[in-house]
């Protein structure tokens, strides 16, 4: 089985064309996250993982914004995915893997440091409280497309990406983050359906592109953009 997951990480990096020694980075990665106890996923098995979480990851190598940027930040990173994947794709990229629990961060230093990466920084902060300009921000299984767009909108720079994983679509959640994003300098793009793996379903990943600058009310305080998520069904029969 080791072989197998081996060989498919390989194939992995032939598909994206990635640097010669991103096989060995991604399989200390998957290893890492097998064999610490720490690791804060509940998918560890790295036969299971090199899809779930690698190849899951790695397809937004297929969106230009993301191969051309110069640095990306990843918000809510939890064990790494998909900021560490594209770390390791992109050596000339600045990732920054933004993430509120401690001890998660420390899993990702551990990580980090196991692929050998030196253009990674961890930050231990909320969204809310963190500063910055990138050219993309990605978020996968964080939260609603509208609160995504909340925190990401303050931390994109002019003309910057917000690049969203999400599951099957929800019309009723779109039409609240498209209603958001006018709140918050932003246009929805494209929502690209991809497969990053054999049997995968329902799996897409939602662009928004920063058009004008974010309102200085934002970002709202913590907890807020979950609490009173912006573009909710009441609030736009108000308007």
């Given at each position: 089985?080791?072989?197998?997951?081996?060989?498919?990480?390989?194939?992995?990096?032939?598909?994206?064309?990635?640097?010669?020694?991103?096989?060995?980075?991604?399989?200390?990665?998957?290893?890492?996250?097998?064999?610490?106890?720490?690791?804060?996923?509940?998918?560890?098995?790295?036969?299971?993982?090199?899809d779930?979480?690698?190849?899951?990851?790695?397809?937004?190598?297929?969106?230009?914004?993301?191969?051309?940027?110069?640095?990306?930040?990843?918000?809510?990173?939890?064990?790494?995915?998909?900021?560490?994947?594209?770390?390791?794709?992109?050596?000339?990229?600045?990732?920054?893997?933004?993430?509120?629990?401690?001890?998660?961060?420390?899993?990702?230093?551990?990580?980090?440091?196991?692929?050998?990466?030196?253009?990674?920084?961890?930050a231990?902060?909320?969204?809310?409280?963190?500063?910055?300009?990138?050219?993309?921000?990605t978020?996968?299984?964080?939260?609603?497309?509208?609160?995504?767009?909340?925190?990401?909108?303050?931390?994109?720079?002019?003309?910057?990406?917000?690049?969203?994983?999400?599951?099957?679509?929800?019309?009723?959640?779109?039409?609240?983050?498209?209603?958001?994003?006018?709140?918050?300098?932003?246009?929805?793009?494209?929502?690209?359906r991809?497969?990053?793996?054999?049997?995968?379903?329902?799996?897409?990943?939602?662009?928004?592109?920063?058009?004008?600058?974010?309102?200085?009310?934002?970002?709202?305080?913590?907890?807020?953009?979950?609490?009173?998520?912006?573009?909710?069904?009441?609030?736009?029969?108000?308007r």
């Amino acid at each position: 089985m080791t072989a197998a997951w081996h060989a498919r990480v390989r194939s992995l990096c032939g598909l994206y064309e990635l640097p010669a020694k991103a096989s060995d980075a991604l399989i200390a990665v998957l290893e890492l996250l097998a064999s610490d106890p720490l690791a804060p996923s509940t998918v560890t098995d790295p036969g299971v993982a090199v899809d779930v979480h690698l190849a899951d990851s790695l397809v937004a190598l297929a969106l230009e914004p993301v191969r051309s940027a110069g640095t990306i930040l990843d918000i809510g990173s939890g064990a790494g995915f998909p900021g560490l994947p594209l770390a390791v794709a992109l050596p000339d990229t600045s990732v920054s893997l933004l993430e509120s629990n401690r001890r998660k961060c420390e899993f990702l230093e551990r990580a980090a440091g196991a692929a050998g990466l030196e253009n990674v920084v961890v930050a231990n902060a909320r969204a809310e409280e963190f500063e910055g300009e990138f050219d993309v921000v990605t978020a996968r299984a964080l939260a609603p497309l509208a609160v995504v767009a909340e925190y990401a909108a303050p931390l994109l720079a002019r003309d910057g990406t917000l690049v969203a994983w999400r599951g099957p679509r929800e019309p009723e959640q779109e039409v609240s983050a498209a209603a958001a994003a006018d709140e918050l300098g932003l246009a929805v793009g494209e929502i690209r359906r991809v497969q990053p793996f054999p049997h995968a379903e329902s799996r897409y990943l939602h662009l928004m592109s920063k058009v004008e600058p974010t309102p200085p009310r934002f970002p709202r305080r913590s907890g807020m953009a979950r609490k009173r998520p912006l573009g909710r069904a009441s609030d736009r029969e108000r308007r």
